[in-house]
């Protein structure tokens, strides 16, 4: 971002704190539940600002907002989290519901909520109270029924606070697909076939365990996972929810933080912009809570209590996926003549079958079993072959809800603290910064990892008993640090095991983002000695795609007289790497590596039968082979498929966008369009009325501006909708933004008015200190106990 736009940001929250401002709307509600009188202070961005008598009350009222505010996509998540779609929109849907209670934890309750420690089950009743006391005034006419409601015909629920733990398939465990390609990939055509599918590192080479034959591992296996974990929209061609399919590359986020030593200010500066699916509303809500002895500002999904992302008047906290592989797919032999018994040791156990009814709209309750072996969720059962597969996650152990252990973090105060609060964390896993108003800054790689003694999680194993999680990794077992001489740390998704580790022993996980990312974000932080918020908000902007500076000299070998091939290389040869909305190379370049390269690549190193399987191969995997041949792929292989795949690249951008390049602009292509879950289901006023944008927006997957695109037509479908930087300890100067706004009410002015500034890169305050946001107030909810 510009320092003009900084300056912009700035200028914003000085005239917040300080100017002469019209008085803000007011709003008085009784509420029952409500201990002490209490505020709801929305500022002019949307952002609530919660004053609470007491802690209970803080989270009751949050609980309150976030229905007054998201009440429809708070109210989807639980139902079909919880399976409960069939209910309210017919029969289509029973095969989501059974598959989302495959994933419910179904351990003991009391054993889960003390892994949160202590006041966790206290605030998510007091947020499912909060929930309820709204959806009570919905149903008896005191509040509007939102317009989500009306256009689906179907009504809020009252919730539990089980319920907001149960749900696990909203968490992000990773490499269950992967496995199960990688076995496809060795049926096909042996294990090593797989080298492109995915790239591993550190070093490793996969291995079949023994026991295994990938040949027993069907195409479907994974459809009940898929169904039961995916996001869903409605179609409106058949009423019934599709699943939205977002390649897992596309969830990652980036997050920094920065000692006082390397600021402008000599306070630290910590930033983070997860990236994940876009929609309208947008997956995170930003939210201020305070109360006696509590407080904290920051970003979390809706539906929790507290926040994940954000700070507290002492300490900021900031979290990206640390790729820690959290899951196994377990094949297993079935007795014959018995499907429900399968082998374990020298024995046959038994499946544990639960039966359970669910409840459809029109029609009599359907009855469905759910099966599960010792390990987890039954899959799928092949009696032809007589196998089974089951699914082991963490989502089964105590404490592993995604998200729900920043109740213990949020609220530390010091290092010693934060790291304490996170020894225990379970789901995701994740790289956890931190800064501290006395300077400390650090890092912690959180989560469950398994322990595999004899296998590296790469492919599914038997589940015989040979096979076995030997507990977990503790927390000393993973990495972390305090105080970097480098007076920084990042992190981007990218393999971040520091030297030495014994990553053999504890096999963390070998299945880690492209690090382009933070390559960029490196490169940046180390040559900026005296960082400011501006700079922290211009790298979160940054559209520079650095694998373009590995593969674009790639291209000066290339010969022909094609002319097209000229222009193409020349095109390239020219830019300056930066995937901005103007540049017609940055069209060229992302349509060629994103689409055609790998393709090329796979065709001509992969034996035939394992190309259907590795489509285009993931670009790390492709580009370590284009550098590193070894003979496997000699030059003249290579710049056969470079030229191949340029060439096809050149001819689809002259279809969409002209002959000519000069034509050509990355912003005519890559566009942000966020569509709400029901606009198949809308009439045009409702639709226009639920869809956000277009606008053309810079960035891509590989950038730290994080813009990730479906092939077909460019449309961009996940990235950063939350970005935050932090002035730690002068947090009124902290910025965020969230688009396309903080409403979920398609009907609120801040549905959308986020829109246009996140796609220009800009931002607008975070405000903590009671002047500032009693300056920056909009409305006022004054809210007193009900008699």
């Known amino acids: 971002m510009s320092r003009s736009r900084f300056l912009a940001a700035a200028a914003l929250a000085a005239f917040a704190a300080t100017a002469v401002r019209a008085e803000p709307r007011e709003e008085a509600r009784s509420l029952a539940g409500l201990s002490h009188p209490a505020e709801i202070r929305i500022d002019r961005w949307g952002i609530p600002h919660i004053y609470a008598g007491d802690v209970s009350d803080a989270f009751f009222l949050q609980g309150y907002n976030a229905a007054r505010d998201r009440l429809w996509q708070i109210d989807l998540w639980r139902k079909r989290g919880l ?76 919730w539990q606070a089980d319920d907001i733990v149960r749900i696990r398939s909203h968490g992000l465990t990773r490499n269950a697909p992967n496995e199960v390609g990688r076995a496809r990939i060795a049926c096909a055509a042996g294990i090593e076939a797989a080298a492109l599918y995915r790239h591993i590192e550190p070093d490793w080479t996969p291995t079949l365990p023994p026991g295994l034959d990938p040949c027993d591992v069907p195409a479907d296996v994974l459809a009940d996972y898929q169904l039961g974990t995916a996001s869903v929209t409605f179609s409106a061609s058949t009423g019934k929810l599709a699943m939205a399919e977002i390649p897992p590359e596309a969830i990652g986020s980036n997050n920094w933080t920065i000692a006082g030593s390397r600021t402008a200010t000599g306070r630290p500066i910590l930033a983070n912009d997860p990236h994940r699916a876009h929609g309208a509303p947008s997956l995170r809500y930003i939210v201020h809570m305070e109360a006696p002895g509590f407080s904290v500002i920051g970003a979390g999904e809706p539906a929790l209590p507290g926040v994940s992302i954000g700070h507290n008047g002492t300490i900021a906290f900031g979290l990206t996926i640390f790729p820690a592989d959290q899951e196994d797919l377990y094949v297993y032999e079935l007795e014959p003549g018995a499907p429900g018994r399968y082998r374990y040791g020298d024995a046959w156990e038994p499946m544990q079958v639960l039966r359970e009814e669910i409840e459809v709209k029109g029609e009599a309750p359907r009855t469905v079993e759910l099966a599960f072996t010792r390990h987890g969720p039954v899959l799928k059962v092949d009696a032809q072959k007589r196998r089974a597969f089951a699914l082991r996650s963490v989502w089964a152990e105590p404490g592993t809800s995604a998200y729900f252990g920043s109740m213990g973090y949020m609220t530390a105060k010091d290092w010693d603290g934060f790291k304490q609060a996170l020894a225990d964390w379970g789901a995701p896993s994740e790289n956890q910064v931190y800064a501290d108003t006395s300077g400390r800054i650090g890092w912690v790689a959180a989560g469950k990892v398994p322990a595999r003694p004899n296998w590296d999680g790469l492919t599914p194993v038997p589940g015989d008993g040979r096979y076995e999680w030997k507990g977990f990794l503790s927390a000393e077992e993973l990495p972390s640090l305090v105080d970097p001489a480098s007076g920084w740390f990042a992190s981007a998704n990218q393999l971040n095991l520091p030297e030495g580790y014994p990553y053999a022993e504890r096999k963390v996980g070998f299945e880690w983002s492209n690090s382009a990312r933070m390559d960029r974000i490196a490169e940046v932080l180390a040559a900026t000695p005296k960082a400011t918020l501006a700079d922290s908000m211009a790298l979160q902007t940054d559209p520079h795609n650095v694998t373009a500076r590995r593969l674009i000299p790639m291209l000066a070998s290339l010969k022909g007289s094609d002319p097209r091939l000229r222009r193409a290389v020349a095109l390239l040869q020219e830019w300056d790497h930066r995937t901005t909305v103007e540049s017609a190379a940055a069209a060229l370049y992302e349509t060629w590596i994103a689409k055609h390269l790998g393709r090329a690549v796979v065709a001509r190193a992969a034996p035939a039968a394992a190309r259907p399987l590795i489509g285009g191969g993931e670009l790390a995997a492709v580009m370590a082979l284009l550098e590193n041949s070894d003979g496997r792929f000699p030059p003249r292989t290579r710049d056969a498929a470079l030229q191949q795949s340029l060439l096809a690249a050149y001819d689809e951008l002259a279809r969409r966008l002209g002959p000519d390049p000069s034509d050509w602009a990355w912003g005519k292509l890559h566009q942000a369009q966020f569509e709400h879950v029901l606009s198949p289901l809308a009439d045009a006023q409702a639709r226009s009325a639920l869809t956000v944008g277009p606008a053309p927006v810079a960035g891509t997957s590989l950038s730290p501006l994080a813009a990730s695109w479906r092939a077909d037509d460019f449309r961009i479908t996940a990235g950063a909708s939350f970005r935050m930087v932090l002035d730690v300890g002068a947090w009124d100067n902290s910025v965020t933004i969230n688009t396309p706004g903080q409403s979920g009410d398609p009907e609120s002015p801040h549905f959308r008015d986020l829109f246009p500034l996140w796609a220009r890169g800009d931002y607008v305050p975070m405000l903590y200190s009671r002047q500032a946001v009693e300056a920056a107030t909009e409305k006022v909810i004054r809210l007193t106990p009900a008699p």
């Open 83 to 158: 399976g409960l779609l069939a209910r309210d929109f017919g029969p289509d849907y029973v095969a989501q519901d059974r598959a989302a209670r495959l994933f419910l934890y179904r351990g003991d309750m009391a054993a889960e909520w003390a892994a949160y420690g202590p006041g966790a089950k206290d605030h998510a009743e007091a947020f499912a109270r909060g929930v309820n006391a709204y959806v009570a005034e919905v149903r008896a006419g005191a509040r509007a029924l939102p317009m989500e409601f009306r256009i689906a015909g179907t009504q809020p629920d009252l």
